[in-house]
């Protein structure tokens, strides 16, 4: 087999027996790279950091690679507006974790007498998910209706996901109560004339003898 260093250089064809003794004289494990190879080729390494960073390289080749997973959107000409909302939400879901989507509206019976009815309904529904993602190709009518695929934008010029916004909204305060009148004072709880009401003079209120004329 062909055994190359920790460093990359190569130290030529060894026995299995010979390349195993080199690899415990350093400390370190024979890794086989390249079985199909003539003769296989075979590596000294720390396997512990080789897989670290093995892993570590498919983690960030993953990041920069491109929405593989589709998710499939019905829509119908005659839609509602609540199910078009509901159908935008799914696919803002869909978009927001970097999947793709492919938009299927079908036709059925007369309605293929007024496909004009169908395209409203796919501009409609482009419009509402625009921040999120783009269609591949402009929307085109085959067979009995019309098929379309959509891919999330990036995210650095992708919108946030509605529900990510709504939870970074502060909660609404409650407002503050008003302030307490003070108590009153015992002279403002004494009953005070209206000021329609006559004031009240001495002696009796209904006197019998006020209209009595007195002859001397």
């Known amino acids: 087999m062909r055994v190359i260093s920790e460093d990359g250089k190569q130290l030529g064809i060894l026995s299995l027996g010979e390349a195993l003794t080199l690899a415990r004289s350093r400390g370190v494990d024979l890794v086989e790279v390249a079985p199909n190879a003539t003769p296989p080729v075979c590596r000294l390494v720390d396997y512990g950091k080789f897989r670290y960073e093995q892993n570590k390289r498919e983690k960030e080749s993953?990041?920069?690679?491109?929405?593989?997973?589709?998710?499939?959107?019905?829509?119908?000409?005659?839609?509602?507006?609540?199910?078009?909302?509901?159908?935008?939400?799914?696919?803002?879901?869909?978009?927001?974790?970097d999947m793709k989507l492919k938009v299927t509206l079908k036709f059925r019976g007369r309605e293929m007498a007024h496909t004009e009815y169908g395209f409203q309904v796919i501009e409609k529904f482009l419009a509402m998910i625009a921040p999120y993602g783009h269609p591949d190709f402009e929307p085109k009518l085959v067979g009995r209706g019309i098929n379309l695929m959509i891919s999330p934008l990036p995210r650095n010029k992708r919108a946030k996901h509605p529900k990510e916004e709504a939870s970074g909204t502060p909660s609404a305060t409650r407002p503050e109560a008003a302030p307490r009148a003070p108590a009153p004072t015992p002279a403002e709880r004494t009953p005070?004339?209206?000021?329609?009401?006559?004031p009240a003079t001495s002696g009796f209120n209904n006197n019998p003898f006020a209209q009595l004329e007195v002859k001397t």
């Open 192 to 198: 005070q004339p209206r000021p329609d009401q006559a």
């Open 62 to 97: 993953k990041k920069h690679q491109h929405a593989t997973k589709v998710k499939e959107i019905q829509l119908s000409p005659k839609i509602d507006a609540h199910d078009l909302e509901v159908k935008v939400g799914h696919a803002i879901d869909f978009l927001c974790e």
